[in-house]
């Protein structure tokens, strides 16, 4: 089944730290993934997407089609990044429709 | 700027009831999604729409039902209202192909049922 995993709930880490939230994918064709965010109080919104090769706020993720997997990572964590994380995946799923399934997220908090 | 705005941002209704969620976009979107957000399950999709008139069913639709006679506008129903329906009910909407293109939310409308 098509599916996105994102395995840790909350993920703590001080100040300057280096962060990453990881999330496993399995889907049959070649897939389009996403990283979206929600800061408190604001709407959720697209932090990067894999064909972009962006970096955006310092952050990057790579698509490692061997082990299924689109870790969003950042060197040096700074306490603005603390958000909810949700890895996302686009695909052609039962119906010939695209759609974009999400995992249940990761709550990161920065701390001083 | 994309704007997707949910009329009702906090509701209270009983076991039973009709409760009608409205979201409006004004950027000529094509394509319009209802998600419902529940902490420890991410977003689940329920009802999607990719013209007006068109609705497709998304991985939860059950107890649901949608409306989309305009194309800026597009309404999820619960037409007797259950209190497992207690959640964050999310409206998005994106123009071309979903697998380049961006999802833009509204804020949200946090429904609970007693």
């Known amino acids: 089944a098509q599916r996105v995993t994102q395995p840790e709930k909350l993920l703590s880490v001080f100040k300057g730290a280096p962060v990453e939230l990881k999330c496993n994918y399995s889907?049959?064709?070649?897939?389009?993934l996403f990283w979206y965010v929600q800061y408190s109080r604001q709407r959720l919104q697209l932090l990067l997407r894999?064909?972009s090769r962006e970096s955006i706020k310092g952050f990057t993720a790579d698509l490692n089609k061997g082990e299924t997997s689109f870790h969003l990572k950042k060197p040096f964590a700074q306490e603005e990044d603390s958000a909810m994380y949700y890895c996302?995946?686009?695909?052609?799923?039962?119906?010939?429709?695209?759609?974009?399934?999400f995992g249940a997220g990761t709550r990161l908090a920065v701390h001083p | 700027d994309v704007k997707v705005t949910q009329s009702s941002r906090y509701l209270v209704k009983r076991t039973g009831e009709k409760v009608f969620l409205e979201c409006v976009q004004d950027m000529d979107h094509e394509n319009m999604f209802w998600y419902r957000q529940d902490p420890g399950l991410g977003l689940r999709l329920i009802y999607f729409s990719y013209d007006v008139k068109m609705k497709e069913k998304g991985d939860i639709p059950e107890g649901y039902s949608v409306s989309r006679e305009k194309k800026e506008r597009f309404s999820l129903i619960l037409e007797s209202a259950s209190t497992n329906q207690t959640s964050m009910y999310l409206c998005?909407?994106?123009?071309?192909?979903?697998?380049?293109?961006?999802?833009?939310f509204g804020e949200g409308s946090r429904l609970t049922v007693l």
């Open positions: 996302a995946l686009a695909g052609m799923f039962s119906g010939g429709y695209n759609k974009l399934i």
């Open positions: 889907y049959s064709g070649s897939p389009e």
């Open positions: 894999h064909i």
């Open positions: 998005a909407s994106s123009t071309g192909t979903l697998l380049t293109g961006e999802l833009f």
